[in-house]
């Protein structure tokens, strides 16, 4: 029999628990958009629970109260939830502007616990639920963790050097070649051969739309001190040679080691020790609009991004010693700009794209799954006829425009294309205008598979 004394603990457990939730993706993803939906549906969800009806707790009508919870003392901002919804409320309605640092929302649920356990310790629960929200970009230099910068030069100039990257790290690579690595290290010199190489990953996300660009605080530093840390670049150095001291390569090491260790090191220990659940939105039609390259660059950005993910079964130990995720969910975004029906198409497609990482999660005993949802659905379905046959389409404003357009997406393939696929775009995606909200706390923000999305991450905490 149980002691009274370890009773009450043990009921608190039961009761009350904590879940924090990452939401990652790269620039575009749709992070924004998707925490604004996620935390508007679920102060909505208790009194209209028909807003998330895959939810199974508000399904079966056990969410009793969903209320936003005050920030604590520590130093991460508040994710701007105000100001998002003001945002999808205007008059017409815009897309509210991507955050560019850690931001934080905290919700506390109320809720009718389903099983047996939950109704005796006393028929009502409390999830406390922490979102954190964080730029994908900066997970692309969790690995950097383990390399030198011998290796990282190496491999980084690899890819400069074929494919798109060639043209666009021509200037980079010219100054570097006037400026090698074993001479003097000069500061004016270091800062420009610095800007050079944020130029050519500039360009590389602007003008090819790729994605494995690092570090990924050159592109989004976010709140850095001292910015100095990153005045740095990949160089291309001798096999088996030193670093000279005073050189420009031991310049640029020194700074990359810093980088690693002052700005790096303490964003993975964040993440490592602070996140249960993680949702990775990717913005997988853009990828296929922008073509192969831009294609298979994002899905090695991806493959990069996911090494750094701690899997592994929730329990006790975990708890104690350091967190792991326990739960991955990818989402492949921007569901509504498809008809129904390739929709399904786009969640096989995303979850080929992640099956080396999905397999590598499950063998964690991490529960994985994939999807296709649109966080705020601007679209409804319909039908065309276009050269004699009538197709599926979307109907929806394009931003900025007068007159709802009929768009003909194409046929999204379940599998990554093979190469004769690229011969022509794959089509030309428009910006659609959100649809416009009521700001009060109600009828919520509409979705495709939200709900679905949040019954995966969440539904086991609210059972």
Excluded at 68 to 73: D, E, N, Q, S, Y
Excluded at 117 to 142: H, Q, V
Excluded at 418 to 425: K, L, T
Aim: charged share 25%.
């Amino acid at each position: 029999m149980l002691r009274s004394d370890r009773l009450a603990p043990l009921t608190g457990l039961l009761r009350d628990r904590t879940v924090r939730l990452a939401v990652t993706g790269l620039s575009g993803s749709g992070k924004t958009a998707f925490i604004t939906s996620l935390v508007h549906n679920l102060l909505s969800a208790a009194g209209h629970p028909a807003r998330l009806p895959f939810l199974r707790a508000a399904a079966e009508r056990r969410l009793r109260a969903i209320r936003p919870r005050a920030p604590g003392t520590e130093t991460i901002a508040p994710f701007p939830v105000r100001e998002a919804i003001a945002a999808l409320a205007a008059d017409p309605p815009h897309w509210p502007p991507s955050t560019t640092d850690v931001r934080r929302a905290n919700l506390s649920l109320r809720f009718t616990p389903a099983g047996f356990l939950g109704r005796a310790a006393g028929g009502t629960a409390e999830l406390s639920l922490e979102i954190l929200d964080y730029p994908g970009e900066w997970l692309l230099d969790l690995p950097l963790l383990g390399q030198s910068y011998r290796d990282w030069s190496r491999a980084t100039l690899e890819r400069a050097r074929h494919g798109a990257r060639a043209l666009l790290a021509r200037d980079w690579l010219d100054f570097l070649a006037r400026h090698p690595a074993d001479s003097a290290a000069d500061p004016e010199v270091v800062q420009r051969a610095h800007g050079l190489y944020r130029a050519f990953l500039a360009a590389c996300r602007t003008r090819e739309q790729l994605s494995l660009l690092q570090p990924g605080r050159f592109l989004n530093p976010g709140q850095i001190a001292d910015l100095s840390q990153l005045s740095f670049c990949p160089m291309p150095l001798a096999i088996g040679a030193g670093t000279r001291e005073g050189s420009m390569a031991a310049s640029m090491e020194s700074r990359f080691e810093a980088y690693k260790r002052n700005v790096v090191q303490p964003f993975f220990t964040q993440l490592a020790r602070g996140v249960d659940r993680q949702i990775v939105l990717v913005d997988v039609l853009r990828a296929l609009n922008d073509g192969e390259e831009a294609f298979a660059d994002q899905r090695l950005a991806l493959e990069t991004i996911l090494t750094a993910f701690r899997f592994g079964r929730r329990s006790l130990l975990r708890l104690l010693f350091g967190a792991r995720i326990d739960r991955v969910l990818f989402a492949a975004t921007k569901a509504d700009h498809v008809p129904a029906l390739q929709r399904d198409h786009l969640e096989a497609l995303m979850a080929n794209l992640v099956a080396v990482p999905t397999l590598r999660a499950q063998a964690a005993h991490a529960r994985v799954a994939a999807t296709a949802l649109a966080s705020t659905r601007c679209t409804e379905d319909g039908t065309e006829v276009i050269d004699g046959r009538k197709v599926d389409v979307v109907i929806g404003l394009p931003e900025g425009g007068e007159r709802r357009i009929r768009f003909f997406p194409g046929i999204v393939p379940v599998t990554p294309p093979p190469g004769g696929f690229w011969g022509e775009r794959f089509t030309e995606f428009p910006v659609f205008q959100p649809p416009r909200i009521a700001p009060a706390v109600g009828d919520g923000v509409p979705h495709i598979n939200l709900d679905k999305a949040l019954d995966f991450l969440l539904g086991d905490a609210l059972a």
